[in-house]
């Protein structure tokens, strides 16, 4: 039986104010980031993701 790994997930969602939102959740279910704010459009928020996940991987791989 091959053993799966566990990974973390990325959500995007519409708050209750229609606002697009995006959140990482551990593999114990915890959320680990979050946008932190709503944007208008999915476009936008996509922009905000990618921009705040490089930013991480950056930070991890150079630690600066």
């Given at each position: ?24 959740v551990?593999?114990n ?24 996940l490089?930013?991480l ?8």
């Amino acid at each position: 039986m091959i053993k799966r790994k566990r990974v973390s997930k990325l959500e995007e969602y519409q708050d209750v104010a229609g606002k697009w939102r995006w959140r990482v959740v551990a593999p114990n279910g915890k959320i680990v980031s979050d946008s932190c704010e709503g944007y208008e459009n999915r476009v936008d928020m996509r922009k905000g993701q990618r921009s705040t996940l490089n930013a991480l991987v950056r930070w991890a791989v150079f630690g600066r």
